[in-house]
């Protein structure tokens, strides 16, 4: 098993250039989450998935937008970037119960000036 | 809202003992989660505490009070690859979304 797959790893954008990060997991996972890191801060979530066609915002939605057409993939798009979204992105997964254990991508490298 | 608050960095020496603590104020508890992240990599799991008391894995335990809104990671037999970023993360009512603290940095030194 591969687990969870971001694409890509690492992208340069120029302001009000748009982008679609891919997030794959082939665990089959009900829930989908996307988080970002900037230096010195612990993981924020921008929008989650709880099954394939829903999503939800998270702390920081403002500026992305998602879709999980398929119960692998989620995908964060952002329509028109902006250097305050250069940061480190990462995907999650986690089955419904457990021990709400998430599984992370090894995540996008995105900077934007 | 919800707030966590750990200690932003921690030294200590091979071999020994470390606890890292975490306090958090939220407006629905479930449970709390711990995780490890090296420099560059990603975020891995730990462990999850939804009960009083504490669970140990290996070196690793994890202790929860929900009454003091307190837990702590407990790192034994330190080694150096245990250098790291720890998070402490609350698990919200509802169960869906974790709320991360800012993480705490280990170094571990010989």
């Known amino acids: 098993n591969a687990g969870v797959t971001q694409t890509p790893k690492f992208r340069v954008l120029k302001t009000g250039q748009s982008m679609t990060l891919l997030c794959a997991q082939d665990?089959?996972?009900?829930?989908m989450y996307w988080y970002r890191q900037d230096p010195g801060m612990g993981l924020r979530l921008i929008h989650y998935?709880?099954?394939?066609?829903?999503?939800a915002k998270g702390e920081v939605p403002d500026g992305y937008n998602v879709s999980r057409l398929k119960k692998q993939n989620f995908l964060l798009g952002l329509e028109s970037a902006a250097p305050s979204q250069t940061s480190v992105y990462f995907c999650?997964?986690?089955?419904?119960?457990?021990?709400?254990?998430?599984?992370f991508g090894p995540g996008t490298r995105l900077t934007v000036t | 809202g919800q707030s966590l608050e750990q200690p932003s960095e921690v030294t200590a020496v091979e071999g020994a003992i470390v606890q890292i603590n975490c306090t958090y104020q939220t407006s629905g508890f479930y449970g709390l989660s711990w995780y490890q992240q090296h420099d560059g990599g990603a975020p891995t799991f730990l462990s999850y505490n939804a009960l009083d008391g504490l669970e140990e894995t290996g070196r690793f335990s994890s202790f929860l009070s929900r009454s003091d809104s307190y837990g702590y990671l407990l790192l034994q037999e330190l080694q150096m690859k245990d250098s790291a970023s720890y998070f402490c993360?609350?698990?919200?009512?509802?169960?869906?979304?974790?709320?991360f603290g800012t993480g705490t940095r280990l170094t571990v030194i010989p």
């Open positions: 993360a609350v698990l919200q009512t509802g169960a869906n979304n974790l709320f």
């Open positions: 999650a997964s986690r089955t419904v119960d457990g021990t709400y254990e998430q599984y």
């Open positions: 998935s709880v099954g394939e066609g829903t999503t």
């Open positions: 665990m089959n996972h009900e829930y």
